[in-house]
């Protein structure tokens, strides 16, 4: 489903799951962080490793 899909669902657990996605998508790169592990993406259709030190980069761009 699309992110414009979901906003329009009828069933409000539906709609709610993008964001609770996002929330756990966050925590996933708080842990990751924390832990100094890397965290893995789907780009493309593939999996990408991204490591702790790209994420807190990430986190000090303005």
Do not use: C
């Not at 906003?7 to 924390?34: F, G, Y």
Request: hydrophobic share 40%.
């Amino acid at each position: 489903m699309t992110q414009q899909e979901l906003s329009k669902a009828s069933n409000p657990v539906l709609r709610a799951s993008l964001a609770a996605m996002r929330r756990a998508a966050e925590l996933a790169r708080q842990k990751a962080i924390q832990t100094d592990t890397e965290i893995i993406v789907v780009r493309d259709g593939k999996p990408v490793r991204i490591p702790a030190e790209a994420l807190r980069a990430e986190r000090r761009k303005p």
